[in-house]
């Protein structure tokens, strides 16, 4: 009942769009995080292996 109040506009509060959305986005925050920390491990590792003497 609380959640079709709020999904009605009668109670404040995210309704279930909202939630669905916000899910989505801290799903997809959690992928480019990840995705950055590997961009990050290779370009480090990249680096080492130019300085390195061959």
Avoid: C, F, H, W
């Amino acid at each position: 009942m609380t959640q079709a109040d709020r999904d009605a506009g009668i109670k404040p509060g995210a309704d279930r769009e909202e939630v669905a959305e916000l899910r989505e986005a801290k799903r997809r925050i959690r992928l480019l995080e990840q995705e950055n920390e590997v961009l990050r491990r290779a370009a480090a590792y990249l680096s080492q292996a130019n300085i390195s003497p061959k």
